[in-house]
């Protein structure tokens, strides 16, 4: 999926965000935002947002000589989502069908997304949280129980740090012993690297690798060896979120993809709404 130029004014929010947050000389700052705003501007549009927006993001931080420029609201929505995780258990143990709303939790949790909502308070996302397991789902879960049940070996593609404590119960229900769970080689943005993992208490439940990448997607030619082999012998693929959705939907691979359509780009490309809650087969499946 290619890039446009709506997504032009989110790298410019998330550039001046992490600018602003990471550089307190008003003189360095100013002219590092326009560095960036021209390498912006020169950028190749043909390639898939999370690569240009890689591009940005390994600039900023290179630059600003932060590391991980999003931690501490990375650690904030990790401790909020935790603390909010026992409630919506409860009512997902109760549901009558406990692996439908385990999923509608999982994509409910994309709503913590940075990249596309810098703003983003504790409090929207707690209202949204609480919501979730009442939003209806655009796909067919039916289908994807049914593909879980056989897999051998699944790979699930983690998005944001906090998004990743509500795929907790997701996990809990895919087959023992069969699943690996992929985070992001080095920070970039709030997406969840292996530390995130670790602090969500993932790694308890599942074996975590890293994809070797640090876009804030799954690129494939970018990643590591480990994660491309555990990609290419996985039965089934579980993706999360927008970014993994906007790299790999054109891959011919057993890939259920699970998001939020938040951007002009992704709803053309998916036919679906903004907002809509989507689960969406890929095209590895006949």
């Given at each position: 999926?290619?890039?446009?130029?709506?997504?032009?004014p989110?790298?410019?929010?998330?550039?001046?965000?992490?600018?602003?947050?990471?550089?307190?000389?008003?003189?360095?700052?100013?002219?590092?935002?326009?560095?960036?705003?021209?390498?912006?501007?020169?950028?190749?549009?043909?390639?898939?947002?999370?690569?240009?927006?890689?591009?940005?993001?390994?600039?900023l931080?290179?630059?600003?000589?932060?590391?991980?420029?999003?931690?501490?609201?990375?650690?904030?929505?990790?401790?909020?989502?935790?603390?909010?995780?026992?409630?919506?258990?409860?009512?997902?143990?109760?549901?009558?069908?406990?692996?439908?709303?385990?999923?509608?939790?999982?994509?409910?949790?994309?709503?913590?997304?940075?990249?596309?909502?810098?703003?983003?308070?504790?409090?929207?996302?707690?209202?949204?949280?609480e919501?979730?397991?009442?939003?209806?789902?655009?796909?067919?879960?039916?289908?994807f129980?049914?593909?879980?049940?056989?897999?051998?070996s699944?790979?699930?593609?983690?998005?944001?740090?906090?998004?990743?404590?509500?795929?907790?119960?997701?996990?809990?229900?895919?087959?023992?012993?069969?699943?690996?769970?992929?985070?992001?080689?080095?920070?970039?943005?709030?997406?969840?690297?292996?530390?995130?993992a670790?602090?969500?208490?993932?790694?308890?439940?599942?074996?975590?690798?890293?994809?070797?990448?640090?876009?804030?997607?799954?690129?494939?030619?970018?990643?590591?060896?480990?994660?491309?082999?555990?990609?290419?012998?996985?039965?089934?693929?579980?993706?999360?979120?927008?970014?993994?959705?906007?790299?790999?939907?054109?891959?011919?691979?057993?890939?259920?993809?699970?998001?939020?359509v938040?951007?002009?780009?992704?709803?053309?490309?998916?036919?679906?709404?903004?907002?809509?809650?989507?689960?969406?087969?890929?095209?590895?499946?006949?």
């Amino acid at each position: 999926m290619r890039s446009s130029l709506e997504c032009v004014p989110c790298l410019v929010r998330q550039t001046i965000e992490s600018v602003r947050h990471t550089i307190s000389d008003e003189a360095r700052r100013e002219g590092l935002l326009r560095k960036f705003l021209r390498d912006i501007a020169e950028m190749d549009f043909d390639m898939p947002p999370p690569a240009v927006a890689q591009r940005v993001h390994r600039a900023l931080r290179r630059e600003c000589g932060v590391e991980d420029p999003y931690r501490e609201a990375k650690d904030r929505f990790t401790a909020m989502a935790l603390d909010l995780l026992p409630s919506l258990e409860a009512r997902i143990e109760s549901s009558a069908d406990p692996f439908d709303a385990a999923v509608r939790l999982a994509i409910a949790g994309n709503i913590i997304d940075l990249g596309v909502d810098g703003d983003l308070s504790e409090e929207e996302a707690l209202r949204a949280m609480e919501e979730a397991l009442d939003i209806p789902v655009a796909g067919d879960v039916k289908a994807f129980s049914e593909a879980v049940r056989p897999a051998r070996s699944i790979l699930y593609l983690a998005d944001n740090a906090g998004e990743i404590v509500f795929d907790r119960p997701l996990l809990r229900m895919l087959p023992g012993g069969r699943v690996a769970f992929a985070v992001r080689g080095a920070p970039v943005i709030n997406d969840a690297v292996m530390r995130d993992a670790q602090a969500a208490g993932i790694d308890g439940l599942v074996p975590v690798i890293d994809n070797g990448s640090d876009a804030p997607g799954t690129i494939l030619e970018d990643c590591g060896g480990e994660f491309l082999e555990a990609f290419r012998g996985a039965d089934l693929i579980i993706s999360k979120g927008q970014g993994n959705y906007e790299t790999l939907c054109d891959e011919d691979a057993p890939i259920f993809f699970l998001f939020k359509v938040k951007c002009p780009a992704v709803e053309r490309h998916s036919g679906l709404p903004l907002g809509t809650h989507a689960l969406l087969r890929g095209r590895g499946f006949s």
